[in-house]
Nanobody, 125 residues
Framework: QVQLVESGGGLVQAGDSLRLSCAAS????????MGWFRQAPGKEREFVAA????????TYADSVKGRFTISRDNAKNTVYLRMNSLKPEDTAIYYC??????????????????WGQGTQVTVSS
């Protein structure tokens, strides 16, 4: 069993940056693929970014490519999402997720085994 806790969300202005953290306990993250997803008010939860166990293989949603960076520190059992040049449309609850198969990266929500409770990011214009 893996417990995931997100932090780092908040209220920022358009153009600002934030770094979200996802701290894991219960298992070492070095065996897991990790992903970030988000859900905006009135919308379905959508994929944001993902990486493999090493952090070398990564993928991003087109809407965040070039602005967001997913990274991980397996020694600290933590995954990060650096978000630059934030836009009002990035406003959402951001969730991290873990899949017990670190060989690849995954964009499909149903592939993930564990989820955090989410952290709110609000970007004002």
């Amino acid at each position: 069993q893996v417990q995931l806790v997100e932090s780092g969300g908040g209220l920022v202005q358009a153009g600002d940056s934030l770094r979200l953290s996802c701290a894991a306990s219960g298992r070492t993250l070095s065996n897991y693929a990790m992903g970030w997803f988000r859900q905006a008010p009135g919308k379905e939860r959508e994929f944001v970014a993902a990486n493999s166990w090493s952090g070398i293989r990564t993928t991003y949603a087109d809407s965040v490519k070039g602005r967001f960076t997913i990274s991980r520190d397996n020694a600290k059992n933590t995954v990060y999402l650096r978000m630059n040049s934030l836009k009002p449309e990035d406003t959402a609850i951001y969730y991290c997720a873990a899949r017990n198969d670190g060989s690849g990266y995954y964009t499909t929500q149903s592939f993930y085994d564990y989820w955090g409770q989410g952290t709110q990011v609000t970007v004002s214009s």
